[in-house]
Each structure stands twice: as C-alpha cells, then as structure tokens.
C-alpha cells in the first residue's frame, strides 16, 4: 500500500509564541488522506481551517510535529519547499485579488512558468487550466481587471490548476459569488476531479455543498480534527456536528424528522437529488402495498 | 513576517502623560526638542535626560522599549559620533597620518550623540502615549488657525488619520497576497537585486489595485454618511485642557529654563 497523500503526524501550530498575543490555533493533529478523495473540509471560524491548510504546502511551519506529502517531511530540506508548493496547489479566499498581470493567459501562466517548465508546455498548461473553468480562447487575451468578479474567481482558480497539482486545496472558492457562479465554479471542480483522479480538499461553510460533491469529510474543531470519514460516516454523527455550531444539510434534517415520526426512509440523503428518488421509492412501495 | 514592523507604537495607559491633552503633548515635544538645541552645557543634557527618564517612569514604559527604538538609529549616532570626532578642528589630542582627534571633536561628537538619543526617545513618547486618533485631533486643533489662510488642517488631519487606520490593514493584505503568490511558485526570498525586485511586481500591483479600490469604498461610505469636510463638524470627544496639562506646561518651563540657564554657570 502506497503512502497517504497527506499525512500530518501530531502537528501544531501556536501564533505569536512567547508573546501576550499566543494563540494555539492547532494541537496534536493527526491525518491521513488517500490520493483520490475529494474531502469536503468544515469547522467554524477561528477552528484552525486556514491554519491547516497552509501547513499543507508549508507557508507555515509547524511548531510541534510533521507534515508528509507523498511521504516526504516537506520540512527536511528547506531548499526542496518550492518543490511542494507545486504539488499542493492552494487557493485563497477571493483569489481575485492576486491577479496582476496584463492578461488572463500571463497570469493563469505564472504558476507554470515559476516550474520552470517549457514554452510548450506552459502554453498546454494554461488552455487546459483556462478549458477546466470554462474560460474560452477568446478571455486569455483580455486583462484580468476589466472582467466581472466571477470571471476572476474563475482566472484565479485557473492560475492553480495550471500548475497541475496532486492535491487540490480550495479555501471557500465560492464565496461571495452568486448561485449561479456557484454551482458553475463547484460543478468545474468536480469535473476536474473527475477526470484528474487527484486528490482534492474543499474548504466550505455550506453542508449542503459538502455533501454533495465530497467523498470525504474532516470536521475541524477548537485546534484539532473531531471527526474525519465517509459523508454517511460524518453526517450520521449529526449531534456532535450540531454541538460545534455546524449543521447537517437541510434534506438530511428533513428526512431524519420523517423517520423520526415512522416513515420507513433512509436517513443517509444529503442531496435534493437522492430525496426525489427516495420518495418516489417510497410511494412505489406504498403503491404495490395497496 | 511584516507584522512585526510597528510604526509609531501607542501603549495603552492611564498615566498623567496618557491623559494629557494631546495638543498640549505635541506642543511640549517641540518644546523640549528646542530646548534639547539650545543647551550646550553637561549639566544642562544631565537635566534634559534625567526630566525625560522621569517622564518615562511617569508614563510606566520600561526602558526596554526604550532601548528597542533606538536601535535603528544606533548607526546614525555612531556616524555622526565618528564624523565629529575626526573633522571638528581644534586642540590635537591624538595624531595619526590624516587622522586628528581633537578635544572639541570629542566633546561635539558626544554633545550630538546625546542630542539625537534624547530626540529619539523624547518624540517616542509622544507616540507611545498618545493614540494616533487623539495624535491627528490634536494636531488638527493646532492648525486650526491657519485654515484662515486656506491651510487644509483638517483635510490633512483626515488624511493623516485614514492612513494610520489602513496600515494594518495593507500589512494583513499584503501578507495575503504574498502567501498566494508564493503558493503558485513565486520565489520572492532569494535571487540577485534585479530578480528580487522583479519578484515584488506580482505583490504591489494587486495591492495597489485592492488600495484603489479600498479608497474607492471608503470615500462612497463617507459620503453616505453626509461627509462633506470639516465645515460644521462637531466631535465626540472635545479636547479640554485639564490640571495635568498645566503641570506639565510648568515642569517643562522649568526643563527648559533650565537648560538655557546651566549654559551660563
């Protein structure tokens, strides 16, 4: 069995050591994430979210333990850094507001280009980056500024999958924008995921978004992991997650109420989708029954 | 990272040289900076010194602090220090080749070192006790007067107090963008000068875009609130002079006085 694509061995994190302002944001977190999975990362503000996932390509560096992609401590050699930071491609919140450069194409290219990868391959790089948000040819010559807010999201995004990382972090890439940006930007990624067979994390405040698209799900709390597993696994525990200030999706409340007042329905339906053909399975049944 | 970079640190406290009216501080800081260039005499530094160590205990910061902002300017006193040693003319104490080291010499170079450290910590004060809000007010009130002569006082007190205010705020953004640029690759710590530089571009164009676009909102959120300058404008807290203020008025006369007078023992 191949090594987990991330793994974290008691790691932690304090800001400020030594100073009035000390806050230990992680303690003692230990994971391991398989190549492949696309986890779904919740926990409430100040639960060490952002901490974590800069651990990850090492823009911080730990203050207690490890962190290992594909096996390797990405802190044994410090001149080897760079080196993860392409494996592990992070995007911020608004990633919109890095853009810089005088088109789409430079900028989604900048990544790339600090691989120091060939001409050739850079200018594939950016089309099949620019193709995975749906940006089409004739964007990669505009500049960056004079597009809508969307758009840019989607240029910034971009600039990471350009650099064809193994894993794919997402910090709240949805955020602020509306439905339909949403679902566009969410349905990209998964897309993407699909046919890349990489490992994913996505960063989110929305259950419903979680469930619906991740394999996995890493509940974080107040410095360290409460829970880590399968949606089925995560979501049936759904008196812990409320304990924290998080919810479970909606249809799932709504379905576990149902079953709760005697009807014979699952309790593992997260998405509106999987509740239409949980009804109509249950009324088939009622149906042959009569 | 660039967090740790503080400029004009306010330390928050209840002593006499917190509650003093700012005006009144800002005033008294010209003051004894003057009086810091009249005085030419040992005893007269001695006296300047020890009212500033006084003010510091007074005002309960430790002489740490004290010391941690000197230290950028520690090169500049040794410079002027050596430059005054070697080229002020006078009685040779000490000879070698082209190098003379006068008695004068010696003296000025210890006269101007003194001189900037108590400049130093002496206008430090002022901003360790006073906050940039009541800082800018106070100035503000002082030039008041010479907005009889179209001097914008208050536009210059405003835009004084923005800038204040948006310094953390553009040194937590830019550590956002760096950390993003440096997630896709970009090497901004190592390489040559030219590569370095070239490096700062990917950060200072998005910061300079999000500053445009910061002020773009402040300025809309200033004007839905009814800004329309300073014509009119009345203020939360009106500044008073107090007993404190008079005490401190009359010490530093006597600080004063007395430097100008020890010239003369």
Redesign the interface.
Same mark, same amino acid.
């Given at each position: 069995m191949s090594a987990p694509v991330i793994e974290t061995r008691g790691l932690g994190y304090v800001y400020n050591p030594g100073l009035p302002t000390e806050k230990v944001a992680l303690q003692d977190v230990n994971l391991q994430i398989e190549r492949g999975e696309f986890v779904g990362v919740i926990g409430q503000t100040g639960s060490g979210k952002s901490t974590l996932i800069q651990q990850l390509n090492g823009l911080l560096r730990p203050t207690s333990g490890q962190v290992l992609i594909d096996g390797e401590d990405i802190w044994q050699d410090k001149e080897q850094l760079r080196k993860f930071r392409f494996k592990v491609g992070l995007c911020f919140q608004y990633p919109e507001y890095q853009l810089f450069e005088e088109s789409v194409y430079k900028d989604i290219s900048f990544g790339p280009k600090n691989m120091g990868l060939s001409q050739g391959e850079v200018d594939a790089r950016v089309r099949d980056a620019a193709r995975f948000v749906g940006l089409g040819e004739e964007m990669l010559d505009k500049s960056p500024f004079e597009l809508s807010g969307g758009q840019k999201r989607r240029v910034a995004i971009a600039g990471v999958l350009a650099m064809d990382p193994e894993v794919l972090i997402l910090d709240e890439p949805t955020a602020g924008l509306d439905p339909r940006g949403r679902d566009m930007i969410l349905g990209q990624i998964k897309a993407y995921h699909a046919e890349k067979g990489n490992t994913v994390l996505l960063v989110s405040h929305s259950m419903e978004d979680v469930a619906k698209f991740a394999t996995k799900v890493l509940v974080l709390n107040d410095t360290g992991v409460l829970l880590y597993g399968t949606v089925d696994e995560v979501f049936s525990r759904a008196e812990e997650i409320r304990a924290i200030g998080l919810g479970i999706p909606q249809i799932t409340q709504v379905f576990r109420a149902l079953r709760q007042r005697g009807y014979p329905v699952s309790d593992t339906v997260y998405t509106v989708a999987q509740a239409k053909e949980e009804i109509l399975r249950l009324l088939a049944e009622r149906g042959a029954a009569r | 990272m660039i967090k740790d970079i503080t400029i004009g640190q306010y330390f928050t406290g209840h002593s006499p040289l917190h509650r003093m009216d700012p005006r009144v501080k800002l005033l008294l800081t010209i003051a004894y900076v003057v009086a810091l260039f009249l005085t030419n005499s040992f005893w007269g530094y001695l006296l300047a010194g020890a009212f500033l160590l006084f003010c510091y205990a007074l005002a309960k910061i430790k002489i740490k602090v004290i010391l941690r902002s000197l230290k950028p300017v520690i090169p500049l006193v040794i410079f002027t220090g050596v430059l005054n040693m070697f080229f002020v003319t006078g009685e040779p104490i000490w000879e070698f080749w082209v190098f003379h080291i006068t008695w004068e010499g010696l003296r000025f170079a210890a006269v101007m070192s003194v001189r900037i450290v108590c400049l130093i910590a002496g206008t430090s004060l002022l901003t360790y006790t006073t906050s940039p809000i009541a800082l800018t007010d106070g100035l503000e009130r002082l030039l008041a007067p010479l907005s009889k002569l179209h001097f914008p006082a208050h536009e210059l007190a405003m835009m004084m107090t923005i800038t204040l205010r948006f310094i953390p705020t553009l040194v937590e953004?830019t550590d /956002? %963008?760096m &950390? &993003?640029? /440096? =997630?896709?690759?970009?090497?901004i710590d190592s390489g040559g000068l030219m590569k370095r530089v070239k490096s700062l %571009? #990917?950060i200072l %164009? #998005?910061l300079f875009? =999000?500053s445009f676009r910061r002020a773009d909102e402040l300025a809309l959120a200033m004007e839905c609130r009814c800004y329309q300058g300073g014509e009119g404008r009345t203020r939360m807290k009106q500044l008073r002079l107090r007993l404190v203020d008079g005490g401190a008025v009359l010490c530093m006369a006597a600080v004063v006085a007395g430097c100008i007078l020890l010239n003369y023992l």
């Amino acid at each position: 069995m191949s090594a987990p694509v991330i793994e974290t061995r008691g790691l932690g994190y304090v800001y400020n050591p030594g100073l009035p302002t000390e806050k230990v944001a992680l303690q003692d977190v230990n994971l391991q994430i398989e190549r492949g999975e696309f986890v779904g990362v919740i926990g409430q503000t100040g639960s060490g979210k952002s901490t974590l996932i800069q651990q990850l390509n090492g823009l911080l560096r730990p203050t207690s333990g490890q962190v290992l992609i594909d096996g390797e401590d990405i802190w044994q050699d410090k001149e080897q850094l760079r080196k993860f930071r392409f494996k592990v491609g992070l995007c911020f919140q608004y990633p919109e507001y890095q853009l810089f450069e005088e088109s789409v194409y430079k900028d989604i290219s900048f990544g790339p280009k600090n691989m120091g990868l060939s001409q050739g391959e850079v200018d594939a790089r950016v089309r099949d980056a620019a193709r995975f948000v749906g940006l089409g040819e004739e964007m990669l010559d505009k500049s960056p500024f004079e597009l809508s807010g969307g758009q840019k999201r989607r240029v910034a995004i971009a600039g990471v999958l350009a650099m064809d990382p193994e894993v794919l972090i997402l910090d709240e890439p949805t955020a602020g924008l509306d439905p339909r940006g949403r679902d566009m930007i969410l349905g990209q990624i998964k897309a993407y995921h699909a046919e890349k067979g990489n490992t994913v994390l996505l960063v989110s405040h929305s259950m419903e978004d979680v469930a619906k698209f991740a394999t996995k799900v890493l509940v974080l709390n107040d410095t360290g992991v409460l829970l880590y597993g399968t949606v089925d696994e995560v979501f049936s525990r759904a008196e812990e997650i409320r304990a924290i200030g998080l919810g479970i999706p909606q249809i799932t409340q709504v379905f576990r109420a149902l079953r709760q007042r005697g009807y014979p329905v699952s309790d593992t339906v997260y998405t509106v989708a999987q509740a239409k053909e949980e009804i109509l399975r249950l009324l088939a049944e009622r149906g042959a029954a009569r | 990272m660039i967090k740790d970079i503080t400029i004009g640190q306010y330390f928050t406290g209840h002593s006499p040289l917190h509650r003093m009216d700012p005006r009144v501080k800002l005033l008294l800081t010209i003051a004894y900076v003057v009086a810091l260039f009249l005085t030419n005499s040992f005893w007269g530094y001695l006296l300047a010194g020890a009212f500033l160590l006084f003010c510091y205990a007074l005002a309960k910061i430790k002489i740490k602090v004290i010391l941690r902002s000197l230290k950028p300017v520690i090169p500049l006193v040794i410079f002027t220090g050596v430059l005054n040693m070697f080229f002020v003319t006078g009685e040779p104490i000490w000879e070698f080749w082209v190098f003379h080291i006068t008695w004068e010499g010696l003296r000025f170079a210890a006269v101007m070192s003194v001189r900037i450290v108590c400049l130093i910590a002496g206008t430090s004060l002022l901003t360790y006790t006073t906050s940039p809000i009541a800082l800018t007010d106070g100035l503000e009130r002082l030039l008041a007067p010479l907005s009889k002569l179209h001097f914008p006082a208050h536009e210059l007190a405003m835009m004084m107090t923005i800038t204040l205010r948006f310094i953390p705020t553009l040194v937590e953004e830019t550590d /956002k %963008i760096m &950390a &993003a640029q /440096k =997630s896709r690759g970009a090497d901004i710590d190592s390489g040559g000068l030219m590569k370095r530089v070239k490096s700062l %571009i #990917p950060i200072l %164009i #998005p910061l300079f875009v =999000s500053s445009f676009r910061r002020a773009d909102e402040l300025a809309l959120a200033m004007e839905c609130r009814c800004y329309q300058g300073g014509e009119g404008r009345t203020r939360m807290k009106q500044l008073r002079l107090r007993l404190v203020d008079g005490g401190a008025v009359l010490c530093m006369a006597a600080v004063v006085a007395g430097c100008i007078l020890l010239n003369y023992l």
